[in-house]
């Protein structure tokens, strides 16, 4: 945004605005954290704001002040729909295409409201008036925090909001550990800590809040399920529908578990599928420069970032599986680059 926007921006919430903000499809802890996050702000400057997910997320997430308004678009489309329809200003958050949302990209779409995007995703689509947007970031939540500060509201800065973006920041820099974490990103996480976001709770909440059945489905899925192909410096695993059955899935028993193929020395590239709701979903994660938004958006209908990016595949888990591993030749000279 620039610094005419930033002024049209400010005038805009400079009056109450029925406002809606929405996430990704399955949201994680920076979409719903950034949500979140967004929401605590506008409610104080306000406005009357209404969240909506396309879909559920798992319960680690539901603790998040403000979660108890939030609507799910799948459970509760007519009200949803009445609120989009409503809406005069429109926030997405953690997203750069309108598929990301599913059914509720239609409504989106439709709606005249004034569209901000808020993202760090490589390669947004244009359908918003207003777009602060980089990929230079650790998360959305961290460009929720910058939102905030061009706005010159760091004084509304509180424990709810902070504890809504230390969460997102946490979640998608795999706790201060990826690339992304630039020394900025540790003074934003300083700041929110200043003005009360708990961060050993916060960790507690997300990380130390397992099921047995989910540590041993982790178990089950290393121990039995582990590929290593280290000629492609790759390691990938499945789950099917029966083996998540086994285990009592509940959604987010899966979250993170292909960093722990990528943590193998000398593996740069993992992945991990999983059915679900009848197709693949993949989720592909690398280290260095083998680019998987480039490898999901070619293969597998889908991409991300260049280090963390997702995808599908309609096609049984033996044939993704065959067809994955059938890929890797291809990529084989830019997986064993220095
Ligand atoms: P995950 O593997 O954790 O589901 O996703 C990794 C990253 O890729 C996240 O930033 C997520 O938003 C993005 N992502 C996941 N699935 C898809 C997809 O199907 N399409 C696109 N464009 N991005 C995805
Ligand atoms: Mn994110």
Known sequence: MNTKQVKEV????????????????????DAMGSSLGLYNYL????????????????????????????????????????IVAGAELIFCLDFNSL?????????????????????????????????????????TCELVYDFICLMSDK??????????????????TGSFRFPSTSAKTHLVVADLMKYGAENAEIHNRIYDDS????IKLLGF???E???????????????????????????????????YALSIKGIRFAAFFVERDGIIKASFRSKGSFNVNLFSRNHFKGGG?????????????????????????????????K
């Open 305 to 337: 970032h260049a280090n963390a990016a997702g995808g599908m595949s309609e096609q049984s888990m033996k044939e993704t599986i065959k067809k994955f591993v059938s890929l890797l030749p291809d990529y084989k000279k830019e997986l064993n680059k």
């Open 225 to 259: 399920k582990l590929t290593v192909l280290k000629e492609y410096k790759t390691a990938f695993f499945s789950l099917t529908d029966k083996e998540l059955k086994k285990y009592n899935y509940k959604k987010g028993d899966t979250e993170g578990v292909v960093n």
């Open 99 to 139: 598929k990301r949302i599913d059914k509720l990209g239609d409504e989106i779409a439709k709606s005249k409201a004034i569209k901000f995007i808020i993202d760090h995703h490589l390669q947004p689509e244009d359908f918003a008036n207003y777009m602060l947007h980089t990929v230079n970031v650790s998360s």
């Open 211 to 214: 099921t047995e059945d989910k």
């Open 155 to 172: 004084k509304l800065l509180d424990k709810n909001i902070g504890n809504c973006l230390y969460t997102g920041i946490m979640t998608d």
């Open 221 to 223: 899925s290393l121990g």
């Open 43 to 82: 409610i104080k400057k306000n406005h009357k704001v209404t969240v909506i997910t396309p879909n559920d997320y798992p319960e680690f997430l539901h603790w998040l002040p403000g979660n108890n308004k939030a609507i799910d678009f799948s459970k509760k489309a007519t009200t949803a729909k009445k």
């Open 10 to 29: 400010k005038a805009l919430l400079a009056k109450p605005k029925k406002i809606v903000i929405v996430t990704h499809w399955s949201p994680d802890g």
